[in-house]
């Protein structure tokens, strides 16, 4: 027999409510438009797009579709933390940030972990044909001193990197010490999204 130990889990979650993805959408542009710090903040940075991350920390008073998004993060980021074995108040979960990113042709975010907060992840908005894959990576891959290569055809919870393609509609979320990737996109629509951190209060 053979057991398997310390597995990863990423929490896949379609959010069926159309009108609150198209308000959402709407809401994006309607922030990207009037956030001017934020874009001077993408100029500096040399961002491949638009993100409030670093201007804007208050979506969810600027727009109704956001304050009803968090109560839906909210609900979600309870049942990972009970299907993770927390010992944790749900209340005590916090959400601590809460951003837009938009990527044109080309975009990407190179590989990073969320320090500080304890889950993370991304509702897709936009995926346009030929947007990037987010890609996530084995959190062992720093001790693999001498591990020999893989087969092509391993099974998915054997790859040492996972790709996955987003829809719309589509909600990731994964514990934030899980290192991921979004992958060089080739459309020229954009590719929007909302991603978020939670902490947990003690
Ligand atoms: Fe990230």
Same mark, same amino acid.
């Given at each position: 027999?053979?057991?398997?130990?310390?597995?990863?889990?990423?929490?896949?979650?379609?959010?069926?409510?159309?009108?609150?993805?198209?308000?959402?959408?709407?809401?994006?542009?309607?922030?990207?438009? &009037?956030?001017?710090?934020?874009?001077?903040?993408?100029?500096?940075?040399?961002?491949?797009?638009?993100?409030?991350?670093?201007?804007?920390?208050?979506?969810?008073?600027? #727009?109704?579709?956001?304050?009803?998004?968090?109560?839906?993060?909210?609900?979600?980021?309870?049942?990972?933390?009970?299907?993770?074995?927390?010992?944790?108040? #749900?209340?005590?979960?916090?959400?601590?940030?809460?951003?837009?990113? *938009? =990527?044109?042709?080309?975009?990407?975010?190179?590989?990073? *972990?969320?320090?500080?907060?304890? =889950?993370?992840?991304?509702?897709? *908005? #936009?995926?346009?044909? &030929?947007?990037?894959?987010?890609?996530?990576?084995?959190?062992?891959?720093?001790?693999?001193?001498?591990?020999?290569?893989?087969?092509?055809?391993?099974?998915?919870?054997?790859?040492?990197?996972?790709?996955?393609?987003?829809?719309?509609?589509?909600? =990731?979320?994964?514990?934030?010490?899980?290192?991921?990737?979004?992958?060089?996109?080739?459309?020229?629509?954009?590719? *929007?999204?909302?991603?978020?951190?939670?902490?947990?209060?003690?």
């Amino acid at each position: 027999m053979t057991r398997l130990l310390f597995p990863t889990r990423l929490f896949e979650t379609a959010l069926s409510d159309t009108a609150l993805l198209e308000d959402l959408e709407e809401a994006c542009w309607m922030i990207e438009d &009037g956030d001017e710090a934020g874009h001077r903040w993408c100029e500096e940075k040399g961002y491949p797009g638009y993100t409030s991350y670093a201007s804007l920390d208050d979506l969810p008073r600027r #727009a109704p579709a956001f304050a009803e998004l968090e109560g839906q993060l909210l609900k979600q980021a309870g049942r990972a933390a009970e299907e993770l074995g927390w010992d944790i108040d #749900a209340k005590d979960i916090t959400l601590d940030a809460l951003w837009i990113n *938009i =990527l044109g042709e080309g975009g990407h975010h190179p590989g990073h *972990i969320h320090p500080g907060s304890v =889950l993370s992840g991304t509702l897709y *908005i #936009a995926v346009p044909e &030929g947007a990037g894959d987010i890609r996530f990576e084995d959190p062992r891959l720093a001790r693999m001193m001498a591990a020999p290569p893989l087969l092509d055809t391993v099974e998915e919870d054997q790859k040492r990197f996972v790709y996955v393609a987003p829809k719309p509609g589509e909600l =990731l979320m994964w514990e934030s010490w899980l290192r991921h990737e979004v992958m060089p996109g080739r459309s020229e629509e954009p590719r *929007i999204s909302i991603s978020f951190n939670f902490g947990h209060r003690a």
